[in-house]
């Protein structure tokens, strides 16, 4: 079933993040695609996240098809005017791909590229209607189509730091939803207590929300996030608990996956991320009952 029918049945989705090599050796991303074929519906490749150069994302969509697993691909304003935004989009669904999520591109700031300029012609609500008025046939010059593509287009939601951010998110969320988006994926979900009483509001947006699990490899990884993300609250239990453990890298495995577990539960997905540890997806997987 595709990841489209399973998300508008409401049954539960599972997708894993995969980035593109930063280069053309794509063994790697192939290998890590195979170990988890038939266990996740879809895989979220992202487009240049976090500002550091690699193949595009519309590469990695058609490469996760060739080994048989569904593809969301991200799309962003920060590398693209609409002209390129336009073209990419038609390519994506010619070349086979049914899914988007249109996200907010990170600053240079931190990239391997910080010359680069940001391009930022649209923002996301723009684009957003810019996928739907393709989708009814027509560009954002008025200009009709010679046909017109179809997609499953979702939206993410920032991370924030106190209750009156949430409120703007959610309220931001909600131009998202009007504007065409069909799912949203929030932020890392590190306190399933505090996720789960955010449930309420996000059921009021009315479309499925799939929550971030985000792969903790380590206790000095658990304190940066503790104390630099916004809202990431992860109790001090889960810290000592990785702290404790015998075998570090299993018990950050067994807590990803009891995560992705407990969410199904109360959401209606996971998006897990791995970052380098792509590799482990089957063992988050196992641990998660999936």
């Known amino acids: 079933m595709s990841f489209q029918k399973r998300l508008t049945s409401g049954e539960f989705v599972v997708l894993a993040e995969m980035n593109t090599p930063k280069g053309v050796d794509i063994s790697e991303l192939v290998t890590n695609a195979r170990r988890i074929k038939g266990r996740v519906d879809a895989v979220i ?24 697993v569904e593809s969301i691909i991200h799309v962003y ?44 012609d649209l923002d996301e609500l723009e684009l957003l209607g ?21 997609f499953t287009v979702g939206c993410t939601m920032a991370p924030s730091a106190d209750d009156a951010a949430f409120d703007k998110e959610l309220s931001l969320a909600r131009k ?30 009315g479309v499925p929300i799939i929550p971030t699990v985000f792969l903790i490899k380590s206790v000095g990884i658990a304190r940066y996030i503790s104390t630099y993300e916004p809202g990431a609250h992860i109790s001090e239990d889960v810290i000592k608990r990785i702290r404790k453990a015998s075998d570090t890298e299993m018990e950050c495995l067994r807590i990803a996956g009891e995560t ?15 970052l380098g540890w792509e590799y482990r997806l089957p063992k988050i997987l196992d641990y998660a009952g999936i």
Do not use: W
């Open 45 to 68: 490749v992202p487009d240049m996240d976090n500002g550091i150069m690699r193949m595009s994302a519309l590469a990695g969509g058609v490469l996760m098809h060739q080994q048989g």
């Open 77 to 120: 304003c920060r590398d693209r005017n609409r002209m390129a935004l336009q073209g990419d989009i038609l390519a994506a669904h010619v070349l086979g791909i049914q899914n988007l999520v249109v996200v907010h591109g990170e600053e240079m700031a931190k990239g391997d590229h910080r010359d680069a300029k940001l391009v930022d």
């Open 130 to 150: 810019a996928i739907q008025s393709l989708q009814k046939g027509v560009d954002m010059a008025g200009f009709d189509l010679i046909g017109s593509p179809s």
């Open 176 to 205: 998202k939803i009007e504007a065409g988006a069909q799912f949203i994926i929030t932020p890392p979900v590190y306190n399933l207590n505090r996720f789960s009483a955010a449930m309420d509001a996000f059921k009021k947006l």
């Open 260 to 274: 992705v577990a407990s969410l199904k539960e109360v959401a209606q997905g996971v998006h897990i991320i791995t």
